[in-house]
């Protein structure tokens, strides 16, 4: 779901490193029950911690939450491993592939926000339906949103992506790369999903298919790391109800929820207006019913599916069991006696 990379200059790996080498300095200790440090990719649907920072909901807590934008998972699981990073957040397709095994540390505690229209995939003229697909060549990263629903699509027709040619490219490269007719279709994301379509010089060019068919498919999830969750599980509720009371100002007063965050992405309102769109936060009841106590509920659906499509694309090499990996444990109650 990440935004254009002419964004990301605002945010470099080093400031990671900064981030990282920040929580080293301070013993573990120290920073168990205050202090989270959370490290993500660069993506508006992650604003609810910006939100939460200036509204003062974490303050209220006795909350500390540093973050840092990083895209880049090789960067961020080191940390994650070593306990320098508390949390992350992403898909939770991506969370799931390798180099990830049922023994690496990482467990997901709640849901953020849901694509539903913000990823996907743009065909040119002919290509009409995902089947239009077979023997086309398409264009994309292999364990990109778009790729992940061409993927799905196509196994309930019983074929794979296998099926398909596939060209690897930069998503950032999205706009560049779909002008070369012999491209049937790209992976992409917005802005560049709408930038696309709309200024393509191939004309009769269309989104072929998004999130938007396949909601919870494409779901954003919040992945600290297990032992200090387990030692420490009331400080990641109190970072829970901080992104839940700013998903409440979402819901009730998303213009202030964008202008309070707009600026931590240096881009202007309208066009984080326009690109959220195509994402719906997860409200604290939506992530208890995709969550349940019992396993049972939407999450454990869309973690067997890409258990299917991450083997089938090569990027695990054996399904993940829901649990562990899944803890609801904390969710159930989790403003009970509190401000909300």
């Known amino acids: 779901m990440p935004i254009n990379s002419l964004f990301r200059l605002k945010a470099p790996v080093a400031l990671c490193a900064l981030l990282i080498a920040g929580a080293v300095a301070a013993p573990t200790s120290a920073r168990a029950d205050d202090t989270i440090n959370c490290v993500f990719p660069f993506w508006f649907g992650f604003a609810p911690v910006f939100v939460a920072q200036k509204e003062g ?54 849901t953020i926000d849901i694509s539903v229209g913000a990823d996907g995939v743009v065909s040119g003229p002919g290509i009409d339906k995902v089947e239009d697909l077979l023997g086309k060549t398409f264009a ?13 699509a196509l196994s309930k027709m019983g074929h794979s992506i296998k099926d398909l040619d596939l060209k690897l490219i930069a998503t950032d490269d999205s706009v560049a790369v779909f002008e070369d007719d012999s491209i049937a279709a790209v992976a992409t994301w917005e802005p560049m999903l709408s930038t696309i379509v709309k200024g393509t010089s191939r004309t009769g060019s269309k989104v072929l298919i998004s999130s938007a068919d396949y909601e919870g498919l494409i779901t954003d999830i919040i992945l600290v790391n297990t032992e200090d969750y387990k030692a420490n599980p009331e400080k990641y509720a109190k970072f829970l109800r901080g992104i839940y009371r700013a998903i409440d100002l979402y819901v009730a007063d998303p213009d202030k929820f964008i202008a309070l965050s707009a600026g931590e992405f240096s ?38 599916a890409f258990n299917e499509i991450n083997i089938s694309l090569d990027l695990q090499d054996a399904p993940l069991p829901y649990a562990p990996y899944v803890d609801a444990t904390i969710l159930p109650g989790l403003f009970d006696g509190k401000t909300r």
């Not at 997860?282 to 208890?288: I, K, P, S």
Request: net charge negative; glycine share 10%; aromatic share 6%.
């Open 267 to 304: 881009v202007p309102d309208a066009e984080m207006k326009e690109a959220l769109a195509g994402v719906k936060y997860t409200t604290y009841e939506e992530t208890l019913a995709y969550m349940p106590a019992d396993g049972n509920g939407k999450l454990k659906e869309v973690l067997d």
């Open 140 to 152: 994309g990263e292999i364990n990109h949103p778009g790729t992940v629903l061409v993927q799905f």
């Open 57 to 110: 909901y974490f303050e209220s807590e006795g909350l500390t939450v540093n973050t840092a934008f990083d895209n880049d998972r090789a960067n961020v699981l080191p940390g994650l491993e070593t306990g320098d990073i508390d949390c992350t957040m992403r898909t939770i397709g991506e969370s799931m592939a390798r180099p990830r095994t049922s023994e690496t540390t990482g467990t997901i505690i709640g």
